[in-house]
């Protein structure tokens, strides 16, 4: 499973992890991010240990989501350093999310 980021853990998480991180920002109400949901848990197992792979829901965390410009969901980021070095707006099939971490291991 995929780790809950909240505005509390997000700088700790994402922002200071020396690994990628992938984050998927998404709402419970929300049908595309209930789509993207599996996949995001699926790549979390697979880059266990090689990458962090974590998920903020925006209704209960809305800090992060803002600062970065989230205004439709999902978006997944990629964050490489503390810094985002991808951006996937809407649903995308696995290879999207997965070639943008390999780029960065």
Do not use: H
Not at 12 to 36: H, N, Q, T, Y
Not at 41 to 48: G, P
């Amino acid at each position: 499973m995929a780790q809950a980021i909240t505005d509390a853990t997000f700088e700790e998480i994402v922002l200071k992890s020396d690994k990628p991180v992938l984050v998927d920002f998404w709402a419970a109400w929300c049908g595309p991010c209930r789509m993207v949901g599996p996949i995001i848990d699926q790549i979390s197992t697979e880059y266990d240990g090689k990458a962090v792979v974590g998920k903020v829901d925006v209704d209960a965390n809305q800090e992060f989501a803002a600062k970065y410009g989230v205004r439709n969901i999902p978006t997944v980021l990629v964050f490489q350093n503390g810094e985002v070095v991808g951006r996937q707006v809407g649903v995308a099939p696995k290879q999207s999310y997965t070639d943008a971490i390999d780029a960065l291991l």
